[in-house]
């Protein structure tokens, strides 16, 4: 079965720097297009960043733009984002999740990894 | 960007009766519209997509229906575990979107 397990969450001072990992199982990880979604607490879903099943197309939400990078490594089934000049806004659970079809993007998401808590406090 | 808005924020509703959510959109998104159900501490779960289809092993008391900018989230009749928050996504266009969710309350 489809698994996505992260990590690399932590508690981080305003300014620097985190890198979360997803790795993932049970499918073709090469072929799918793969996602981060984050959750405030307490707050709703916020998409973070897209990546396609090759690496080759990348997307960003404007309020992680030039902060954040997305990047995947098809022979380790990683997933990874780097996480540069965090700020307290950035407060929340970072899913990775997987896209409903494969060899393209932008679509549902029916898998979604438990999550890793990223807290940017003083 | 599309903006997605949910009402009500918060609906009671007792085991058994039917509850409808709202999504509208701030601009058309066709039928790419997303549900996802969340239960406190877990992750989301996919139910409708292309606003209509459930998704693999949701239940048929689900149902989806809409166009353009005005959707809704129906389910026939209550069960204890459906009561979560509700999400809607657009993936019609960059960014993806979603609501801010509508909270079912037993009542």
């Known amino acids: 079965q489809v698994q996505l397990v992260e990590s690399g969450g932590g508690v981080v001072q305003p300014g620097t720097s985190l890198r979360l990992s997803c790795v993932a199982s049970g499918f073709t990880f090469h072929s799918y297009a793969l996602y981060w979604v984050r959750q405030a607490p307490g707050k709703g879903l916020e998409w973070v960043a897209v990546i396609s099943y090759d690496g080759g197309i990348k997307y960003y939400a404007d309020s992680v733009e030039g902060r954040f990078t997305i990047s995947r490594d098809n022979s380790k089934n990683t997933l990874y984002l780097q996480m540069n000049s965090l700020r307290p806004d950035d407060t929340a659970m970072y899913y990775c999740?997987?896209?409903?079809?494969?060899?393209?993007?932008?679509?549902?998401?029916?898998?979604w990894g438990q999550g890793t808590l990223v807290t940017v406090s003083s | 960007e599309r903006v997605m808005t949910q009402s009500p924020v918060t609906l009671s509703v007792s085991p058994g009766e039917r509850a409808t959510l709202s999504c509208r959109a701030s601009q058309s998104v066709g039928t790419n519209l997303a549900w996802y159900q969340q239960k406190p501490g877990q992750t989301p779960r996919l139910l409708i997509y292309?606003?209509?289809t459930r998704a693999t092993g949701i239940p048929d008391r689900f149902s989806g229906r809409g166009s353009g900018t005005e959707f809704t989230l129906t389910i026939s009749s209550l069960q204890s575990e459906d009561f979560a928050v509700y999400y809607c996504?657009?993936?019609?266009?960059?960014?993806?979107?979603f609501g801010g969710g509508t909270k079912v309350e037993i009542k």
């Open positions: 996504q657009q993936y019609n266009n960059w960014p993806l979107t």
């Open positions: 999740a997987r896209d409903q079809r494969d060899y393209s993007y932008g679509y549902p998401l029916p898998y």
């Open positions: 292309s606003a209509s």
